[in-house]
């Protein structure tokens, strides 16, 4: 059945690095056959399973979610093709992009994972470590190398720190999983609110700029969050490695083995103080420091990015510009550092993107991005950068016939929504349609115009871990059950204030608000809001200042908040309003169910 | 039984030789106005909304004999579709009891996308006349399909999309989504990724298989063919499928407690 013929091959930029065994494929599919034949007992399975980057779905043991990671978030147009066939071929058609630059193929045959594995080393893409007790996928914000505010592009730092530990037994049977999030700048990380965060630092010394990092430890988000400490005040790029691995190494040696449900690496730090854990890091270092061998080093490719504005197929056409592109423009682009260029951020609904529109980016990659590919970033989200300020207007066009140009990417009208009960074993509620659905509406109401809203976001979580990140988000959400005599309705608990830029904080709980009425009580805050602000006031440093005890405003405190909402958490009977007591995505009644969690296992 | 060399699946490179000999009958199966405009040099076009209106054996035969094909004229079929609709002709002709029918590697934009010959010429074809000896071993039927399903050595797969799957199907039935049956250029995937696919599911060779998808056996005519192609010895097409299987009130399962279609960026 071979052909000669041969179909040619479109010119696009490759991915540096190949993170793939083939031969894992292999040992996945042997290891799933000896387990459904009763030769490996189900926890080994299990551990080997999420080692290998495929993770249990609700309800089920016969399909598997596979995560796929992307260190730094970088993914190639040849990268984005296979997603969008593999996605076809042994999911749903869709792909899922997670808030740790992660792309989720959900409802995968547990049979079919192996394939899926073997397709990724095609274009060199691994789940290897994307789940389980291992450094998870190292993430960098996707605006370093271009963000204006940045000492240097932490970029190159990620990609060899997510390099060392692939694969290193170092990191193979942690107590639980271990996270890296690098930065640019305060602005646009999360480093307060992860095992290990990292924002890039210059000093002078000697005449000379040095490199190096602020370091926080042991901040996470989760059933309890906690805000990380800064270890010092100047991290040498030197120390980077040594730092990592001390880290570690105490996680690996202190960290809790029994207790799976409070072991993050947090628990440690909270459990021990932080002066102490401190020194035993400063220590820790000192010692990783004189004993590794010289060849211990991060390997950072520091090569400038190949940056070429791409010949482009169509070609610019003259035409007059699309409807919508100056709403969108002003909600989806970032100005870059480098004059001219702009970063384009895509408004996904939760996540999640299609087959057809996988394809769609590569194709808008090649012809737009002048470094060729494209990043993923925190918030479900994703982003092509280096596109020449004049090929906005037709990037924007392309877009809109992929589906793909809806506005309020860079606003509050970019809601995170865990996967809920689509999905996910622990969920009580469908936290995930329930975030489309606020987007949907939020667009309607063109939210993503205001500048008043501009920096505040919605993060909701189904169940109170917080995958959903609800609590660093002004207004924050996450499901549960409620009852009514006999009937069940779902409802969320409010939080508000969460942040997780230099002001790191978590939100505040404010109360309990049905499903049906969440909505309602993010419009009727905006709402108070919009009557009660000062002049510079956005509802982010409205809510700010309430939270923290220093409103000016009538609205003084979190109670005053409650007290504006009350009328909202009024239950009607079955009789009066069925649709209050079913879930969004359900016409039946709501009731919980949930399985065993695998985030401990 | 199917195509020349006995194989399902016909080669490019083997099209074209066959094509300048003038040896074989090609069936663009997708509607008149793309045929129209231009197809494989040579083809008769045979839209598979034509074909469905009336299936019974004796009007396959007219349409069969109409397209100048008699018992011994090796055909071959195409579309546009991922193979899925000429799959359904193919098996359609085979039921009938034609021997050498077989399934173009590529669809018709693949074809075009290498630069190979088309042509908007439209053949005159003289009638020829063909025979029937139908092959019911290879057609499965509702009633046929619930009395076997429970055998151990029975393997039912549906070739609908997940989600579709996941909503409702066949008690037992496993799903093989027909995407999963391509490589990125050809309508199936080499043999060996196919048979190592389904030796993952479990799918031994002596297995008898049922294919089964939405509504008319097009999905479900490509993965017969996928398992054809590999000389898999006993599948059956259940050629009515779903639709028929829902409107005849037979069992239906579902994927219980989960909301996977808020996962869907559709």
């Known amino acids: 059945m071979s052909s000669t013929v041969v179909k040619p091959v479109r010119d696009s930029k490759a991915p540096k690095i190949n993170w793939a065994r083939t031969e894992e494929a292999e040992n996945f599919a042997k290891t799933v056959k000896l387990f459904r034949q009763g030769k490996i007992d189900p926890d080994s399975f299990r551990r080997f399973r999420l080692q290998n980057g495929a993770y249990g779905t609700r309800m089920t043991d016969d399909y598997a979610m596979v995560r796929i990671k992307l260190p730094a978030g970088e993914i190639y147009p040849n990268q984005l093709e296979k997603l969008a066939h593999l996605s076809e071929a042994f999911s749903i058609g869709s792909a899922h992009v997670s808030t740790r630059q992660n792309v989720q193929l959900h409802w995968v045959i547990l049979e079919d994972v192996s394939e899926i594995m073997r397709s990724l080393a095609d274009v060199g893409l691994t789940s290897r470590e994307a789940c389980g007790n291992a450094v998870r996928n190292v993430m960098c914000s996707p605006l370093a190398g271009v963000c204006g ?72 988000l989760g059933n309890k969050s906690f805000v990380g400490h800064q270890l010092e005040d100047f991290t040498p790029e030197e120390d980077l490695l040594y730092t990592s691995i001390a880290v570690l190494r105490i996680f690996d040696r202190l960290g809790d083995r029994k207790n799976t449900a409070r072991n993050r690496m947090r628990y440690l730090v909270d459990q021990m103080g932080w002066e102490k854990f401190r020194n035993l890091v400063l220590k820790e270092r000192a010692i990783v420091r004189a004993t590794q061998s010289v060849v211990v080093t991060l390997d950072i490719d520091d090569a400038p990015a190949k940056i070429s504005n791409p010949i482009r197929i169509s070609g610019s056409d003259g035409k007059s510009v699309p409807d919508g592109f100056s709403r969108w423009r002003k909600s989806n682009t970032f100005e870059q550092k480098q004059n001219g260029y702009h970063s384009v951020s895509l408004t996904l609904e939760a996540g999640d993107i299609t087959a057809n529109q996988l394809r769609a980016l590569a194709d808008v990659c090649r012809e737009f991005s002048a470094e060729g590919y494209a990043r993923t970033g925190f918030l479900q989200d994703m982003l092509i950068r280096w596109v020449p300020e004049s090929d906005l207007a037709q990037l924007y066009s392309r877009l809109l016939e992929a589906g793909l140009a809806n506005p309020g990417s860079l606003t509050m009208v970019h809601p995170v929504g865990c996967s809920g009960t689509t999905s996910c074993n622990l969920a009580l509620t469908n936290s995930h349609r329930l975030a489309k659905e606020i987007q949907r509406k939020f667009l309607d109401l063109k939210l993503d115009e205001d500048n008043d809203l501009r920096d505040s976001n919605i993060k909701i979580s189904g169940c109170p871990n917080s995958c959903g990140q609800h609590e660093i988000a002004t207004i924050g959400f996450f499901g549960g059950g409620g009852r009514n005599d006999k009937d069940m309705y779902p409802v969320y608990q409010l939080s508000i204030g969460g942040r997780s830029d230099g002001e790191t904080m978590l939100g505040v709980n404010v109360l309990r608000i049905p499903a049906k009425r969440v909505i309602p009580a993010i419009l009727k805050i905006i709402e108070t809001f919009k009557a009660e602000r000062r002049q510079n006031d956005t509802l982010k440093s409205w809510i700010h200042k309430i939270v923290t005890g220093h409103s000016d405003t009538s609205t003084k405190s979190v109670a005053d908040i409650k007290k504006i909402l009350l009328p909202l958490t009024v239950v009607p009977s079955a009789a009066e309003d069925k649709d209050f007591y079913a879930d969004y995505g359900s016409d039946s009644s709501y009731h919980t169910r949930t399985g065993k969690g695998e985030c401990a296992a | 039984m199917c195509g020349l060399n006995g194989k399902p699946i016909m080669d490019a490179d083997s099209l074209r030789s066959l094509l300048r000999d003038n040896s074989i009958r090609v069936i663009d199966v997708r509607r008149k106005e793309d045929y129209k405009k231009d197809h494989i040099p040579k083809s008769v076009n045979l839209p598979l909304a034509d074909l469905l209106s009336d299936d019974t054996p004796e009007r396959v035969l007219k349409l069969a004999q109409s397209l100048g094909i008699d018992d011994q004229t090796p055909v071959v079929a195409y579309d546009d579709t991922f193979g899925a609709l000429a799959s359904r002709v193919a098996w359609t002709l085979q039921y009938l009891g034609h021997r050498d029918v077989s399934l173009l590697e590529m669809t018709y934009t693949q074809w075009k996308t290498l630069g190979l010959e088309t042509d908007s010429n439209e053949p005159s074809v003289g009638t020829k006349t063909h025979s029937i000896a139908l092959k019911p071993e290879i057609m499965a039927t509702a009633d046929y399909l619930e009395k076997v399903k429970e055998n151990k050595n029975v393997i039912v797969i549906d070739n609908r999309e997940r989600l579709n799957y996941l909503e409702q199907h066949i008690p037992g039935s496993i799903n093989i989504p027909y995407r999963t049956l391509a490589s990125e250029d050809k309508i199936l995937r080499p043999k060996d990724e196919l048979k190592r696919l389904l030796q993952n599911r479990g799918i031994s060779d002596n297995a008898e298989v049922i294919t089964y998808c939405g509504s008319v056996g097009t999905l479900s005519g490509l993965a017969y063919y996928a398992l054809k192609s590999i000389d898999h010895p006993n599948v059956k097409l259940y050629v009515r499928s779903f639709k028929e299987w829902k409107n005849l009130n037979k069992p239906i399962v579902k994927q219980e407690n989960a909301d996977y279609w808020d996962l869907s960026a559709e």
Do not use: W
Request: aromatic fraction near 12%; include cysteine; proline fraction near 6%.
């Open chain 1, 149 to 220: 505010e940045e000492e240097f592009d932490a970029t190159p730092y990620a990609i060899a720190t997510a390099k060392f530990f692939l694969r290193n037994p170092l990191n193979q049977a942690l107590p639980r999983k271990f996270k890296f999030n690098f930065t640019c700048c305060e602005k646009h990380g999360m480093v307060r609110m992860t095992d290990v965060g990292l924002i890039p630092q210059t000093r002078s010394v000697g005449g000379n700029t040095q490199r190096g990092f602020k370091i926080f430890l042991g901040g996470g």
